[in-house]
């Protein structure tokens, strides 16, 4: 059984910062690729940033320049370090790891609160 833990998530003021973790455990086929995702209160769930097994990187225009996404693929872990961060960016944030090859699967974690005050 495949399973996604978060952390890092916290209460912080605009301007600060954060790192948010994601481990998949149980893990046997390789992930294509390991993304977060947030949904804010009353809002569809969107894309933040997502990483590809060879590194290429994908971000959303609202964090672009502000926030990083890394991952160590022998841990199976993924990071997003998040700057300068602004109250819009308050929400749950939920870690996604995909494998599109043969053998696929989509799994998501429990979510982490991220909230980010003025």
């Known amino acids: 059984q495949v399973q996604l833990v978060e952390s890092g998530g916290g209460l912080v003021q605009a301007g600060g910062s954060l790192r948010l973790s994601c481990v998949a455990s149980?893990?046997?086929?390789?992930?294509?690729?390991m993304a977060w995702h947030r949904q804010a209160p009353g809002k569809q769930r969107e894309l933040v940033a997502g990483?590809?097994?060879?590194?290429?990187?994908n971000y959303a225009d609202s964090v672009k320049g502000r926030v990083t996404i890394s991952r160590d693929n022998a841990k199976n872990t993924v990071y997003l370090q998040m700057n300068n961060l602004e109250p819009e960016d308050t929400a749950v944030y939920y870690c996604?790891?995909?494998?599109?090859?043969?053998?696929?699967?989509?799994?998501w974690g429990q979510g982490t609160q991220v909230t980010v005050s003025s």
């Open positions: 996604n790891a995909r494998r599109t090859e043969l053998f696929p699967f989509n799994y």
């Open positions: 990483i590809s097994s060879t590194g290429a990187t």
């Open positions: 149980g893990v046997i086929l390789s992930i294509n690729t």
